[in-house]
Each structure stands twice: as structure tokens, then as C-alpha cells.
């Protein structure tokens, strides 16, 4: 019996954690407009000195983010980044980087 239950209790995470993966656009989409739309423009489309940031694969948005959450530099501007990335929780870096994959400036 306790193994069964250690059984499902596994199955529970998994299924959990997968939901927790999935990203969700729309929170996304809500959380750029309040942080990032100043820098990186509409639909993270880049603006001057700030990249463009959509339009890339979940992995390599999701790995900057956490890069820069963590303090690590990339380029020369990775300071600013560092800042806005500190406050991002796992949730809210899956959620950006699935909305920038898709963002259209039209
Ligand atoms: C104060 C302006 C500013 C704000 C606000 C800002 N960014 Fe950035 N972002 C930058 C700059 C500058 C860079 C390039 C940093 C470097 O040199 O490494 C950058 C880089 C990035 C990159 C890496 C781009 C690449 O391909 O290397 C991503 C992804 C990104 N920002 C996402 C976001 C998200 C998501 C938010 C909102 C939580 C955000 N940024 C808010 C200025 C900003």
C-alpha cells in the first residue's frame, strides 16, 4: 500500500509539473506589458539599444531569463536585465517566454 501511494503521489507531481511547464500566453502577455514593454517595445519587437526578444524558441528565452535572474552577464547592457529579471519566479519566465515566442508586432 505505501508504495502505491508513493506511486501516485510521483504521478501527481509529474502531472503537476508539466502543467507548471506549459506557459501560459496570456498571463504572459499581461506580465510583459508590465515590465518589459517599456525596453524591448510592443510585442517585444526591440527598440534602439533593446533587443528583440520574440520570436525565439521557449528554450532560448526561458535560459536568458534565468540566466540573467542568476546574475550571469551576456552582452554589455546585461546589468539592466539582472535587474528586471531578479524578481521573475520559474512560473512567470514559462509564461514570457511562450507569449514572445508567438508576440507580432502588426
Ligand atoms: C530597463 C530596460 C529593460 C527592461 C525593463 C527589460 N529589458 Fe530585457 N533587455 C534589456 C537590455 C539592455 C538587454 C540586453 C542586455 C545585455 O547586454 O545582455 C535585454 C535582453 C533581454 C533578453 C535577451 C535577448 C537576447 O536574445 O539575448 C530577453 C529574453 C529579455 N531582455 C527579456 C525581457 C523581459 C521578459 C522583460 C520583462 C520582465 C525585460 N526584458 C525587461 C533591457 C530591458
Redesign the pocket.
Given at each position: 500500500m505505501p508504495k502505491l501511494i508513493g506511486a501516485l503521489s510521483l504521478a501527481a507531481a509529474l502531472v503537476c509539473s508539466s502543467a507548471a511547464t506549459a506557459g501560459d500566453a496570456d498571463a504572459g502577455d499581461k506580465?510583459?506589458h508590465e515590465?518589459?514593454h517599456?525596453?524591448?517595445g510592443p510585442a517585444?519587437k526591440g527598440v534602439s539599444?533593446?533587443?528583440k526578444?520574440s520570436g525565439?524558441p521557449v528554450e532560448?528565452?526561458r535560459e536568458?531569463?534565468q540566466g540573467?535572474r542568476s546574475g550571469q552577464?551576456?552582452?554589455?547592457?546585461?546589468a539592466?536585465?539582472i535587474?528586471?529579471?531578479k524578481p521573475?519566479s520559474d512560473e512567470e519566465i514559462e509564461n514570457?517566454a511562450v507569449y514572445?515566442k508567438d508576440a507580432k508586432y502588426e
Open positions: 506580465r510583459y515590465s518589459c517599456a525596453c524591448h517585444g539599444s533593446y533587443p526578444v525565439n532560448y528565452t536568458k531569463l540573467y552577464k551576456f552582452g554589455p547592457n546585461s539592466l536585465m535587474m528586471m529579471a521573475l514570457l514572445l
